[in-house]
């Protein structure tokens, strides 16, 4: 399984970026996918996942710093994910990482990193003041 992440670079504070994560060597369905980022010298941190909630129903999950700022979607033709990022700020500067569960997470355990199997290369996003 590889996970192929784009989309970064450099935006002004208050712009706008769509991080895309195409999975290839397996299809997910009944899964999880999701972001962390991370800066130099510090962990990881979650920022958003979208859950498998049963049937066709998909449920996502944010960080405290991002929600009302980023969104999530699915395109399970296509099996890549996007992280929507608008009203960026200088903090949200890090590498972000796309992950996939084999697993279907909630809320409990979305945010955990050791919950994910499968991790992609990051994508740089740099927030400029």
């Known amino acids: 399984v590889q996970l192929q992440a784009s989309g970064g670079g450099l935006v002004q504070a208050g712009g706008s970026l769509r991080l895309s994560c195409a999975a290839s060597?397996?299809?997910?369905?009944?899964?999880?996918e999701g972001w962390f980022r991370q800066v130099p010298g510090k962990e990881r941190q979650f920022v958003a996942a979208?859950?498998?909630?049963?049937?066709?129903?998909?449920?996502?999950y944010f960080s405290d710093s991002v929600k009302g700022r980023f969104s999530m979607s699915r395109d399970s033709a296509n099996n890549t994910v996007y992280l929507q990022m608008s009203s960026l700020k200088p903090e949200d500067t890090a590498a972000y990482y796309c992950?996939?569960?084999?697993?279907?997470?909630?809320?409990?355990?979305?945010?955990?990193?050791?919950?994910?199997?499968?991790w992609g290369q990051g994508t740089q996003v740099t927030v400029s003041s």
């Open positions: 992950v996939v569960s084999e697993r279907s997470l909630g809320d409990t355990n979305v945010r955990s990193p050791s919950q994910y199997n499968y």
């Open positions: 060597g397996r299809t997910f369905s009944r899964s999880s």
């Open positions: 979208i859950s498998w909630n049963g049937g066709s129903m998909y449920y996502t």
